[in-house]
């Protein structure tokens, strides 16, 4: 019965529970919800989580932890509706007016002059008074410990126990007196007995019986922050002020009701472990020597793993990881994917490839795949699948504040959006921070990395990682500061038990071994793994597997096979640049020696791809290319805006993509691009000329020769040749490198570089067997024995300190940023997790965070002529630059990345045209006005856009 829920408490303490509130009127639908029924929302709320998204594995742990099947509902609905207990303090009760009138004419009152303006908050105060409660329970210290930050973190920031002292020792602000002391503890013992806790002390009934890992901690406090945001939404938890109305089943209505207008699910359920047919079912085709290795070592692995899988390009990695995470999400509980790509630009099509695969699994999984990247607002899929609705928080965020009514509250508000016809995850996963959260998810790897940062509500990024398969692509594309990020979050994946897979063609064994020992440091609870011993794979492909054995003890398992293909023997030649052809400022010689040789081996006709490290020197080939051999030549490099960029990608990949029935490759191509043609770019060359690049990368571009089987090629083209410009090993002692080159790269692993590339060329060498000897020369490059001739020793000492010295700075840099500070792993709790954090960042800043190197800004080019603005289309905008609906995509085509030297004169003097301050989309977009001749000017340079080179930059110091 409601009314015998406080016997034993004297009568006026019903009146004082019956005071309290927790949300206000004017945040709660126009009547105040009392602070019992927003505990008891989010106990329900957590309820729903539990049964329709939580997933296996985490349900299992939380079994686990609890003590035993049945217990761990319970617990994780109590753990999350526990959390605003801060709120029956007076510094709480006296922000409202009228609630705090009401509370004060029940009989719980305060001095005004010692409570107002402080800047004590709920959240803090929760954990002071909980950790009170708790130990008159008879807690453990253990228990307590752990406990207490996620009702101090759920806010976002995990306070220090020092820091849950009031301002000044103010204890005024908490509740000092009797009746305060009284009302906390009846509310916690009724909120306690709603949610299903018995006996004469139920808070004694609630104390687990295992202490959850830190990872786990930091999962919980995600859901706890997951479930207050849920239970807030003012649209669907309007104000209940009448106590005897507040029950569990009451709110248990509420919170179903909610979470089916949210449209909210969790991934594909439980799983059962793939057949042998489940391959072929997916993909068309039964998997090949090497996706086989990696299934049977996922098979015969103890535990979740780390699993890393390096194969050859084109060798069907992804395709064989997709298999691999659907079988340990079976295996292990997971109940969904992220996968991880290195740029927006291979992220795109990636989305792609999950949503058919998913489709496969079951169909309707593939509406439930969130795309996670600064600019997926110009992904057409992606926006297609929306259908109309809000976009990342269009609307998603507007209903939510009142979760902070102690606290600056800022909302991303957007109109809200009709969602007939939505193919894509619940709108609610797509508000600031929750991305995550979806099912499913695909994205560039800094999601990941942003898991691993000590910043602001950091725990709903871990929980949307937690209890999902992770799969990240191109690692070795993370340089020594982006890997401090994903070290740190492999340390937490490890603890956390999640099954984790990592591509890569080209992985250094020393960059192999720390992504290994990090992950299982983690499942140890370690600075570094004990006993860890990792074998060097034999062969190539390889599969490296990680876990943890029962006994905490580190298990590793490698193995080799073959590649489907067999090895090519690609010849390296060299193209000496010498030093004043190499002049970024002067290319006019390099280029000529370019244009002689693929005038020589396309006499015949054939299909070459140029390489330039830069876009400056890109554009100035093209130029001189166009003038000997016209229309066969096309440019792709990052400075085309995203129309030109993706019309010209696309056609190249149509010319020189696999064979197909009906097409024939063009008599004669030359492709001249950037690093774009490093990665997730399936074309086939007959030849390739490219600059000098550390050897990992070089072989990426070696990656894109003869690709294809079943390809006629001209008879001077019928073995693959690499060509290698941009150094001069005919210089006096040490070769002389490319000034840009190694601005990018560092002088260093360069010079490692070119000793390789003079082996093989020396004396008519025999070049390279490609894959088979791809581990080999990455090893040997990275490795530290002497791989340079004596007459570079010196120079090659030089350069190493210096890169030792660079490496060194960019990891210190990164340190300070770490989710954990160093030396702290060990930590039992997530007590002062946030100390020394970094708030509330807007995403680009996350972006730099994560990211070393100058910053840059991409700009949306418009054309402005006597009669108005115009796309780059060409189609006319509104006489301010207004976007009707069908010109939208008119207007983004036209988007373009500035060099990072322009950053800081675009952010100052550039702005959204007048017309786009209410849009959607285009409101916080930058707009670069170029007149009738295609020119602007920006500080000092001189910006043009041309049809064919794309934006040409000039003036300043622009190095290209």
């Known amino acids: 019965m409601v009314e015998n829920r406080f016997q034993g408490y004297p009568p006026e303490v019903r009146h004082w529970v019956g005071a309290l509130w927790g949300k206000s009127a004017g945040r709660a639908g126009g009547t105040a919800n009392l ?76 001095d005004k002059y010692a409570v107002k303006g402080s800047s004590w908050r709920h959240d803090k105060a929760g954990a002071r008074v909980l950790r009170v409660l708790l130990a008159e329970a008879n807690w453990s210290e253990e228990q307590i410990g752990w406990v207490w930050p996620l009702v101090a973190g759920h806010h976002g920031l995990l306070p220090t126990l020092g820091q849950l002292g009031p301002p000044k020792k103010n204890e005024q602000l908490q509740g000092r007196s009797r009746p305060w002391k009284l009302a906390q503890r009846a509310l916690v ?49 309007d104000g209940v002020s009448d106590l005897s109305k507040v029950t569990m089943p009451q709110a248990r209505e509420r919170a179903a009701a909610a979470w089916s207008e949210l449209e909210l699910r969790g991934g594909w359920g439980v799983l059962n472990v793939p057949g042998a047919e489940a391959f072929r079912g997916r993909f068309g085709h039964g998997p090949r020597p090497s996706q086989e290795l990696v299934l049977d070592v996922v098979r015969r692995t103890g535990g979740p793993a780390l699993v890393v899988v390096e194969a050859p390009m084109g060798e069907g990695k992804t395709k064989a990881a997709f298999a691999a995470a659907e079988l340990m999400a079976a295996r292990h509980g997971a109940d969904g994917v992220f996968l991880g790509m290195p740029t927006q630009a291979t992220a795109d099509p990636m989305f792609t490839q999950v949503r058919s695969w998913l489709r496969k699994v079951e169909g309707g999984l593939e509406d439930q795949v969130a795309l996670l990247h600064g600019k997926r607002m110009f992904n057409k899929e992606w926006r297609a699948l929306l259908a109309g609705a809000g976009e990342w928080g269009q609307g998603a965020d507007d209903p939510y504040s009142s979760v902070g009514e102690d606290e600056y509250v800022s909302n991303d508000s957007f109109d809200d959006c009709e969602a007939a016809g939505r193919r894509a995850p619940a709108e609610w996963f797509l508000g600031r921070r929750r991305g995550l959260l979806s099912p499913f998810a695909v994205g560039t790897i800094d999601q990941l990395l942003y898991a691993a940062t000590r910043t602001k509500h950091v725990m709903l990024r871990m929980a949307g990682l937690v209890g999902k398969v992770v799969v990240l692509d191109e690692v070795h594309a993370a340089d020594v500061y982006m890997s401090q990020f994903l070290l740190e979050g492999l340390w937490w994946l490890g603890q956390a038990g999640v099954p984790v897979v990592l591509l890569s063609a080209t992985l250094p064994p020393e960059q192999r071994h720390r992504l290994v020992a990090a992950y299982l440091a983690g499942t140890q609870s370690a600075e570094e793994p004990a006993g860890l011993e990792l074998p060097e794979p034999q062969g190539y492909p390889s599969v490296t597997a990680a876990w943890a054995a029962r006994d905490g003890r580190p298990k590793v398992l490698v193995e080799s096979g073959e590649s489907w293909r067999g090895d090519l023997q690609v010849r390296v030649e060299l193209l ?77 990949l149509t010319l020189l993509g696999p064979p197909r029935e009906g097409h024939e490759r063009p008599d004669r191509l030359i492709v001249v691009a950037t690093q774009l043609a490093e990665q997730s770019f399936d074309v086939d060359a007959d030849l390739l000329i490219t600059d000098l690049a550390p050897i990992d990368l070089l072989l990426q571009r070696i990656g894109r020769l003869h690709r294809h089987d079943g390809v006629k090629r001209p008879h001077k083209l019928t073995r693959p040749v690499a060509v290698v410009t941009g150094l001069d090993l005919h210089a006096d002692g040490a070769p002389h490198i490319l000034g840009a080159s190694e601005k990018i790269y560092g002088r260093y692993l360069l010079l490692r570089t070119a000793a390789e590339i003079e082996r093989a060329t020396k004396g008519g060498g025999a070049g390279w067997s490609i894959p088979g000897q791809v581990p080999d020369l990455v090893a040997r490059v990275y490795g530290t024995g002497r791989v340079v001739p004596e007459a570079w020793a010196e120079a090659e000492t030089k350069a190493r300190q210096d890169w030792e010295a660079r490496q060194a700075e960019r990891r210190e840099a990164a340190a300070q940023f770490l989710l954990t500070r160093a030396g702290e792993h060990g930590e039992p709790t997530l007590a002062g997790l946030h100390f020394g954090a970094h708030g509330k960042l807007a995403e680009g800043q996350f972006e730099a965070l994560v990211r070393d190197g100058d910053r840059s800004t991409e700009v949306v080019l418009v054309r402005r002529a006597e009669d108005g603005f115009h796309a780059m289309t060409g189609r006319r905008l509104g006489p301010n630059g207004e976007v009707a609906a069908e010109l939208l995509d008119d207007v983004l085509s036209g988007t373009v990345r500035l060099p990072a030297n322009l950053t800081a004169a675009a952010e100052q003097a550039l702005g959204p045209l007048a017309g786009w301050r209410d849009h959607p989309w285009l409101r916080y977009s930058l707009a670069l006005e170029l007149d009738e001749h295609g020119g602007a000017s920006l500080g000092d340079f001189r910006l043009r856009y041309d049809g064919d080179l794309g934006l040409v930059v000039s003036g300043g110091r622009h190095h290209g």
């Open 35 to 110: 602070l019992l029924s927003h505990m008891l929302d989010t106990a329900a709320v957590a309820e729903v989580v539990w049964d329709r998204y939580l997933p296996q594995v985490t349900r299992w742990r939380l079994e686990a932890l609890a003590g035993g099947v049945g217990s761990g509902r319970r617990l994780f609905a109590w753990l999350c509706g526990i959390h605003d207990l801060g709120k029956a303090t007076p510094v709480f009760q006296q922000l409202d007016a009228a609630g705090g009138a009401a509370v004060q004419q029940a009989g719980l009152t305060w």
């Open 576 to 652: 000496d640049e010498a030093p004043a052809a190499a002049r970024s400022d002067d290319p006019g010689t390099a280029d000529a020696a370019v244009a002689d040789c693929l005038e020589d081996r396309l006499a015949d006709g054939g299909c070459a791809l140029v390489i330039r490290n830069t876009v400056a020197r890109a554009q100035s080939t093209f130029e001189a290319l166009r003038k000997e051999f016209g229309s066969d030549v096309r440019l792709l490099h990052g400075r085309l805006h995203a129309g030109h960029r993706a019309d010209r990608t696309q056609e190249v």
């Open 189 to 237: 013992e009724v909120f306690t007995r709603e949610v299903g806790y018995d006996g004469g002390l139920p808070l004694a009934g609630v104390e687990p019986e295992l202490v959850p890992s830190r990872a786990m901690q930091l999962q919980l406090s995600g859901f706890v922050v997951m479930a207050d945001w849920i239970a807030s939404d003012e649209r669907h938890f």
